[in-house]
């Protein structure tokens, strides 16, 4: 009698109906073998069974112990063979039970997300009850986004989808973009519309994963158990799973939890673990290309082109349609007759979304709304105020609401975290009279502690709108006359955003909107607040004189002002004498630029002064314009794109601008050699335009004489390094 129909299947589930010998799964070919013979009394037992594959139960026959040769198989070998298999097998089924549990938990994370996510409004500046949800947007209203690639160049703009599919499937990728170009959009429809069968997906932000995760070990195991109280039992998940993992608005967390950051990231990458961010194009070019610990964890750079006007009157004409809105549409058309700039809203998805909630409100007078950035914000929040005032939910006046958000927006800048609205305000009363405005919270992502009932304010709804609000604190500095005590207190706030780009964009947008009498009045306060400050010796002074003659520069003008002549004549500090230097050259002083330019060629200290103060502005270096000095070794990569990019373009800015653009470009040349400037790069100096009709004879052939002169250096150095 051989082993029972139970015996057998007990023992085949134990081993996984793999040999316990070699091994192998053996499927249908397997064979249970008597431990103890049967003629020596061996049972019919699942202790005395032991199942083997065809080749290895042959063996057990062939050994001859009259001749012997080789060595036979004990039984209590052939015992502890099966006993080692039973075990491992066991072990694996274990294993495969934990890893199926874990991937159930983990879907049930993507679900919860997903659902978060979909239900989340569209329209990032209205409630969800009034405004339609995310999942309003697919499949119809999502427009498939191009993008230019940078690691891997392509010779022409790709299809995201396409990119996936050809090259970024299983990669690591950085997808950036301009402020408002849809990142959170995309990586948003890219989590909601992937394939949970071939690759698991996950989706946080990057305050979550600073604000959750382990500090000491910033893994995804930690961070799952801090925000859905999930212990995974598998250690190293991505054996069991294929997990991709998006990290959303890594330029929203401060740069000093970069480092925090990046490490879980490479903890991802240790565990064979996918992921994706988002950041805009300036931090991802100031901070994540210029490191090359962070930049080499990613395969591509893919940044996010501006949509055309094509698709941005597509997305507005379907959004009108499912929207039962249709007369948004003829009023964008509208526009774009009365006003050809206007387009420039609808390369923006950000932007046309504002435009269309301004064009959404019944009392929408479209002959008001100016194809300008600040216009468009200014319009916006004019009409988001008036909306929640009719509704009944926003009982204060709009200069309490509008002060409100500007020393909200500074506290977050100033963090760049999360705040408690008693940091900002020390009175109750006001916390509770500011939550109980819509048009205030309206605007702000919160939470409220359960512990100490604390309100705490993580950003504004997209962070262009924080930039906004900061532009408008610099501009009511000098749009009102007021107090010098009063603007000391103010502009000694503002002073650290002076380098900010985004914001500066603002101011200048703010300007460029003015009617004459306006801007006028501007320059006239500025200028009475300039000279009662010339007198005073203190550093707050001096600092708030360099505000003025900065933003006096940026202020459209139609002759040189006075203000910017007196400061570069008299000023002893040479910061603001160089900020009324390039205000002058903006407003086309041909006398003041060569008198400028001239002792730029030929002090030193000035020089280096003009090379330290650009690498702050444009990011490749950390500190204020007054205190740090270029090493001659920091990489100045993002001053070099900027510059060329404007040798590349020739509005009337970027023309006024290429004298010093030349000069600057080679100090920073001479002062580091060759390395990193491509011949692509070479070409564009070459190709730059310096002939212009608005530009006199004489600085003409200044123009030509430096260019030539960096021309002519460029070509020695490269003769140079070639010997």
Known sequence: MSFSSSVKEEAFVKCGRCCCICGKFCGTKIEVHHIKPKAQGGDNTIENCVPLCFDCHAEMSTYDSKHPKGNKYSQSELKRHRDETFKKHSSVVTKTKTAIADRRNLINVHQKQSESINNSSLLPWTSEIRSVSFDFLLPDLYIQPLIRTYKHPAPTNLELKFFIENQGNGKNIILTGVPG??????????????????KLTLYFTAKEVINHASKKAPTLISLLRAMYSLSLSVEDISIHHNILVFIDGVDEIDYTNFEMLF???KKLQNDNIMFWISVRSDINKRYIINSPAYNSLFYEI????????EQGLYFARCYSEKSGKNFIIDRINSLLTSNSKASSFLENPFKLSLLIFILSDDDCDVSQIDANDYTLYKKFYEH????????????NDHNYIHNIHIKIAIALYRERSSISLKTIFNDQCNIEKIMTDSAIIGLLNYKKTTLEETIIVEKFLHETLSEFFVAECIIECFRDNIETNELNERMSITYEFINLYEVNKFVRSAFEAMHLTERSLMLNNMSNKYNELIVQKTNIAEMIREQIIYHVGRIPHNSPPEILKNAYNNEQNSVIKRAAALGLILSGDETIEADFIGKLLSDKTLDLENRSIQLVYFGDAKGMFHAYKDDEIIEWKNTKRAILERFSNNSMRDIRLRLWDIVTFKSFIISRGLTGLSNDEINIIKETVIDNSTISKARKELLTREKDSLLTYLSERMLCDNK
Do not use: H, I, M, Y
Request: proline share 2%.
């Open 263 to 265: 490490q879980f990231c």
């Open 181 to 198: 170009s849809g990142k959170t959009t995309t990586l948003r429809a890219l989590f909601c519309n992937s394939d949970q069968e071939s």
């Open 384 to 395: 988001w105020r008036n909306q929640e005032k009719k509704r009944g939910t926003s009982p």
């Open 302 to 309: 893919c940044e996010l082109v501006n949509w055309t006007k």
